[in-house]
């Protein structure tokens, strides 16, 4: 069911809402300004300016080397290109584990510079002080556990999180404090599905997952990957809805032997 088109702009009420009647919530990743308004027209829920810019953007092995700056480029891109959805963004590695007053003045500069409405980081009990603070400014957060992958050379993989008893015990645990800190909305990636249910019904606001199975309240996915333009990354969680990367290349090609072979432009297409 897609959220009601009367539904003029998304806010994070709305998201609780969209939890209290039962109607699951679209999210996916954006970085610039022509794939966000395809997907604000489309009607999607949510545009997370996402982290993962440092892999899919800029080639990086891991989301660790992009910065604050870099952040608020992307995400003033996708702002400018938006109506109705809620623009999320991440706070980058470096940018808020230092001390709560550092993670304040990075979450005021995304706000005032790039114009998001939202902005996620990851961690529980560790950024909890941080996340208070950033919300007793008034800026909306959006929390995110299981894989975090800013510490992926802590975890030293990419697999499963939260499949022990400890662990898992810890993530609900994280999960209630920061619904408990006033976040609108947690991401949980890459956990068992059962955990994932248990957590959503434990607490009111929306459990967006991302390789959290279907018993959360809503999914978000990478767009290059949702899109096919990936080709290496093939975890059992993704659905590809197109192969964009074989398309863009048919096209390419076709494109390049046109112009060698002299058929483009044709005379129509020129003055
Ligand atoms: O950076 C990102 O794209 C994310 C999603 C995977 C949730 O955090």
């Known amino acids: 069911m897609a959220t009601p088109k009367e539904i003029k702009r ?4 709305t998201l609780q809402n969209l939890k209290a009647e039962g109607v699951r919530i679209s999210m996916l990743t954006a970085y610039d300004f022509s794939m966000a308004r395809i997907f604000d027209d489309a009607g999607i829920d949510v545009l997370l300016v996402g982290d993962s810019a440092s892999n ?3 080639g990086h092995e891991t989301t660790l080397p992009i910065t ?5 480029y992307h995400a003033a891109s996708v702002v400018r290109a938006i109506k109705r959805c809620l623009v999320v963004v991440d706070l980058p590695f470096g940018s808020y584990q230092g001390n709560s007053k550092e993670a304040l003045v990075s979450a005021i500069r995304i706000m005032k510079e790039a114009g998001a409405h939202a902005i996620k980081l990851e961690g529980g009990a560790e950024v909890i002080e941080s996340v208070r603070r950033i919300i007793s400014a008034g800026v909306p957060v959006m929390g995110h556990l299981g894989l975090t992958p800013q510490s992926i050379y802590k975890f030293g993989t990419y697999a499963v999180r939260a499949t022990g008893e400890v662990e898992a015990l810890k993530l609900k645990e994280d999960a209630l404090l920061l619904q408990e800190a006033g976040c609108f909305a947690i991401v949980l990636e890459k956990i068992p599905a059962q955990l994932a249910g248990e957590v959503a019904r434990s607490v009111t606001i ?6 959290a199975g279907n018993q959360v309240d809503g999914q978000v ?3 290059h990957d ?3 333009i990936t080709r290496q990354f ?3 969680f993704l659905r590809r809805y197109l192969n964009l990367y074989d398309k863009i290349k ?3 090609e076709k494109y390049i032997s046109d112009v060698k072979e002299r058929e483009f432009p044709s005379d129509h297409e020129q003055y």
């Open 234 to 236: 093939q975890p059992r």
């Open 206 to 211: 929306p459990i967006i997952g991302i390789g």
């Open 226 to 228: 949702m899109l096919g």
């Open 221 to 223: 996915l990478v767009m």
């Open 68 to 72: 604050l700056d870099q952040m608020i």
């Open 10 to 13: 998304i806010t994070t009420h």
């Open 56 to 58: 899919v953007m800029a």
């Open 250 to 252: 048919q096209a390419t």
